[in-house]
């Protein structure tokens, strides 16, 4: 389900003590999901990439691609590591219905910075976890992102940073790009990479708990 625009959540902190059991996958190789899980307490055993065809399908729907991708990546590594439990992610910028993917140069870039411009678009992020019995239990969160109108020169400087590539949607807000933000409805970390509240929900539901943080633990 969408997150609620007005609700308000603490996130809860997970310890490494929790992954003791349980060996844990991350099926992403984005440093920023890895950064994010370390915001939690989450440092996942493995790191292993995903090999799935990320294409669109016809007519296929952002919120419908998000889930897609974030589950197929689970599953993908899931198949590979029967044993363990596989957290993949996947996160979608669309204004309208229109996807607006990792731009591939400068010049889809500057196309995806104009569309933006003066306008909301959704982020959507799709969270899966895959325990060893192969049953997948998903989350599809939706932010909403409002652009300040970007000058020509604006666009330029972002373009040189180079902080546009390998971001959906051309831009990270975690980065310059966070000047460019007028207003953000919903999950924050949802728009970094992973959206931690629902992220810490799922973990917590296989048994890697939320508690207080473990005093001198890294």
């Known amino acids: ?52 065809d990320e294409r669109v399908r016809k007519g296929e729907l952002p919120p419908a691609l998000a889930g897609r991708l974030a ?56 969270v899966c976890l895959i325990g060893g019995k192969g049953r997948p239990r998903t989350r599809l969160v939706t932010t909403r992102v409002t652009f300040k109108r970007l000058s020509g020169e604006e666009i330029d400087a972002y373009l040189a940073s180079g902080q546009w590539r390998g971001k959906a949607g051309a831009y990270g807000i975690q980065g310059r790009a966070g000047a460019f933000v007028r207003q953000i409805i919903g999950s924050y970390s949802n728009v970094v990479g992973l959206p931690l509240f629902e992220t810490a929900a799922l973990l917590s539901g296989a048994g890697i708990k939320a508690g207080p943080e473990t005093p001198g633990q890294p």
């Open 71 to 126: 589950e197929e990546k689970a599953r993908e590594v899931a198949n590979r590591n029967p044993d363990a439990l596989v957290l993949g992610a996947d996160t979608i910028v669309a204004c309208g219905r229109r996807i607006l993917g990792k731009a591939e140069d400068e010049a889809q870039a500057r196309r995806h910075l104009n569309l933006l411009s003066g306008r909301r678009h959704r982020v959507l992020g799709g």
């Open 1 to 52: 389900m969408p997150a609620s625009p007005n609700r308000v959540t603490e996130t809860p902190i997970l310890t490494k003590t929790s992954l003791t059991k349980t060996r844990l996958i991350l099926a992403s190789a984005s440093p920023r999901r890895v950064e994010l899980l370390a915001q939690i307490g989450i440092v996942a055993d493995e790191i292993i990439p995903a090999r799935i």
